[in-house]
């Protein structure tokens, strides 16, 4: 019977308000489970196909929705995140992932190339031979990256700069590569290579190559003012692992054997080892300074005593003694070298470095 009374209908749509605000519950039956079966079964097979197919489409859209997200974050993390990561900081400044795996692929296409030339007479154990140093690439290069920003930080600072042209003439070196360049070498078809070997733009190809100009410049300018006819010696070592090892070896040189075949045999110094222990004309800096302060305190046909430096134990003959005397063209390149990085240590030494490559970022690298 509906509401008469103004105080009955007012009763009546506050119970419809309260009724409304009640959540609504849904109560499955299990014995109504068999008439959806029943139900099922009494459709046509034409009918139940299409339910089928209405089922399969809604799932399959499912598990591609989910497999999308899945395929995009991980596209996400290798095109965008893992890139930006950092492999080391230099006085808070990044360097990012990406500028380290181009770095990779340039150094690699250029360690591979000089392998393909280097003499087979070349012993692979010295650090300097190619497949050494693609050995330890993926860690040196983190490294090479750090030294090159702290150099061009200190560069801009003391104005060292260099122009086109000569970024131009490191990029024809680099080009043309190790050894004489052939009279029909066409530089434009070498680089267009060299960009499909590394999948390299030539802008990156380029930027790296200025910073080995930029290095050249500042090398150059840390050297201009030495003495280009230092006091030098004419000196052999052999060097071995332990101190006991070098009192073996003088006890074999007291025994009139020879010191070149010693070294040859013994020497952990593999590239004088192969020199039967000849260093040549040496300045003072480009030996430690132990090695220095022991050997220029010979005279000639003197030979040390056991010295102890990061290389391990040496055991020191020298040959001549001059009071002055123009460095030859290899020593001159080693004191510039050698004096370029005690300036890069000493950058580092004072600059807040932090290396932060990781496992994660070596892989994606080394796949790119």
């Known amino acids: 019977m509906p509401p008469r009374t103004r105080a009955q209908r007012r009763r009546a749509q506050r119970d419809r308000r309260r009724a409304a605000r009640k959540p609504v519950q849904a109560h499955v039956r299990w014995r109504d489970v068999p008439n959806a079966v029943r139900d099922w079964s009494e459709l046509t097979r034409a009918q139940r196909t299409a339910a089928a197919a209405r089922i399969v489409a809604v799932a399959a859209a499912l598990v591609l929705s989910v497999v999308s997200v899945l395929v995009g974050a991980a596209l996400y993390g290798e095109l965008v995140v893992r890139p930006a990561e950092p492999v080391s900081s230099v006085n808070d400044d990044p360097i990012p992932a990406s500028r380290y795996a181009d770095f990779l692929a340039l150094r690699r296409f250029e360690l591979s190339r000089q392998l393909a030339d280097e ?3 070349v012993d692979p154990r010295d650090p300097s031979h190619p497949q050494a140093q693609l050995s330890t690439l993926a860690i040196s290069a983190v490294t ?3 030294n090159a920003h702290l150099m061009r930080t200190e560069a801009a600072l003391d104005n060292v700069q260099i ?3 000569a970024v131009n003439l490191a990029l024809y070196d680099f080009v043309s590569g190790p050894g004489e360049v052939a009279d029909d070498f066409d530089f434009g078809p070498a680089f267009a290579e060299i960009r499909d070997q590394t999948k390299l733009d030539s802008r990156t190809i380029r930027s790296f190559i200025a910073d080995r100009a930029l290095a050249d410049a500042v090398a150059h ?7 280009p006819a230092p006091a030098q010696i004419r000196a052999s070592h052999i060097v071995v692992a332990t101190e006991q090892a070098a009192e073996t070896v003088i006890a074999q040189l ?3 054997q020879p010191f070149d075949l010693i070294a040859e045999q013994e020497s952990t110094d593999a590239a004088s080892a192969l020199q039967g222990g000849d260093l040549g004309w040496l300045p003072r800096g480009l030996m430690p300074d132990a090695w220095d ?3 220029f305190a010979l005279r000639p046909g003197a030979r040390s005593k056991p010295i102890s430096t990061s290389q391990g134990w ?4 020298v040959h ?3 009071p002055s005397r123009e460095l030859d063209p290899d020593a001159a390149e080693r004191r510039r070298q050698v004096t370029y990085d005690n300036w890069l240590q000493t950058l580092r030494t004072d600059a807040k470095v932090e290396f932060l490559l990781t496992p994660e970022i070596i892989d994606w690298a080394t796949r790119r």
């Open 254 to 256: 007291d025994a009139l």
């Open 163 to 165: 122009d086109d042209e």
């Open 144 to 146: 090479e990256l750090t």
């Open 293 to 295: 302060q022991a050997a």
């Open 320 to 322: 001549e003694v001059s």
């Open 119 to 121: 003499p087979t007479s």
């Open 221 to 227: 300018q840390l050297v201009a003012n030495l003495d």
């Open 314 to 317: 040496h055991v020191i003959q």
